[in-house]
């Protein structure tokens, strides 16, 4: 079955740096749309950058400049680079995957368990 963990979070200060990892297995990976969405206490979970099969990326306004969204697929991962880290990028973080394009849209089929993001001024 589809399987996503997370991996890379924690506790860094404001203006740091973290990369998170998404293992997927289940599937063929280059054939899915793979994304990551944070989830904020209180808040409503929202997409922050995906990447379709072809390459194509897109971001949230918020974090275009600093979030890098990556895969390798010979690896079946997913990746994001986190620079100049906000306390407001303070979350957990969740890899999802889809056969259909949901680009920022939390529509996705497959979700892991979460990665916590926090940031702290």
């Known amino acids: 079955q589809v399987q996503l963990v997370e991996s890379g979070g924690g506790s860094v200060q404001a203006g740091g740096s973290l990369r998170l990892s998404c293992a997927a297995s289940g599937f063929t990976y280059g054939r899915y749309q793979m994304g990551w969405f944070r989830q904020a206490a209180g808040k409503e979970r929202e997409g922050v950058a995906v990447?379709?099969?072809?390459?194509?990326?897109t971001y949230a306004e918020s974090v275009k400049g600093r979030f890098t969204i990556s895969q390798d697929n010979a690896k079946n991962t997913l990746y994001l680079q986190m620079n100049s880290l906000k306390f407001e990028d303070t979350a957990m973080y969740y890899c999802a995957a889809d056969r259909l394009k949901w680009w920022l849209a939390p529509g996705f089929t497959y979700w892991g368990q979460g990665t916590q993001v926090t940031v702290s001024t």
């Open positions: 990447i379709d099969n072809d390459g194509t990326t």
